[in-house]
């Protein structure tokens, strides 16, 4: 799992996370999982009504494959998992019946079991066999976190976790569980002062994505001082991007410059993760040969 963020709105983690999501397209199944709320109008996308908010919510055990079933597929082997429709599922008694046009987002089924009993007695059993429970979880039921851990865990592909400025308790569930922490930065300097506040919360990033923007004083070099982190991609400002971003062409048409600048970024993801891929992208195979 890659957990994305800034420690400032505006540094353009929505619009890397879907870069990267489009060297996945067509190579590797992707589970984009939107704790920011933009990712889905950038991916050319709607939102389902189900969403991960339902998950933190619910007391319901969900069954086998419910959590790509939450979620919207983008593309073939593309799913956004977002907030959803809050409450969605539980002010349904958990079967939220969906119209049969809806394919992207059925429900999360009911088992039939009597849902508190099921709950105290599970509650009970996730305590003793994952060492007690978990203090600090944003999620109302163990047993639905335990679910939600074991399908994030069964998913045969990547996960990229758009976190925003990573201060949604999910998106410290995440860094918990053993995702990657990427920060996206850009030579603003309350930004880069930020991000040395943000250690004291999150640690120190694993990598560093940088936005370079014509005209700052402040530079990748400065972020690796600061932050003692590598960067893995520098990504050139350009209006061409915040276009292709705007007409949510991200994922179906990708800009080749974003494109080229996440290339490394890309590599280092697949090789940390260690997934192989057998055959590059056309793009990241035209600008490797560039």
Known sequence: MLAMWSPKGGAGTTTVVAGLAAHCVARIPVLLIDLA??????VGSEPSRLGWRDWLESTHPPGSGALLRSCAEVL??????????VGAWERHGGDLELPEAAVSAPTLRATG???????????????ATDGGPDVATPFRSPTVER???????DFEGLVIIDGGRGEHPLFSWFQRRGAASWMVLRGCYLGLR???QSRARH??????????????????RDADKVLRAPI??????????????????SLTRPNDVIAKALAPAWRTLVERSGITIATPAPSVRAHDAA
């Open 37 to 42: 709320g933009d990712l889905a109008p950038v």
């Open 113 to 127: 079991v009597d849902r508190d009993a099921h709950s105290i007695g599970a509650s009970v059993a996730d305590a």
């Open 203 to 220: 640690g120190v990033p694993d990598a560093v994505v940088w936005i370079s923007e014509p005209g700052r004083a402040i530079r990748a």
């Open 147 to 153: 679910a939600f851990r074991q399908q994030l865990d």
């Open 232 to 249: 893995v991609a520098d990504v050139p400002w350009r209006p061409v991007i915040a276009r292709t971003t705007d007409a949510g062409l």
């Open 76 to 85: 073939p082997e593309v799913w956004l998992l977002s907030q959803g429709d």
């Open 194 to 196: 930020r991000a040395a």
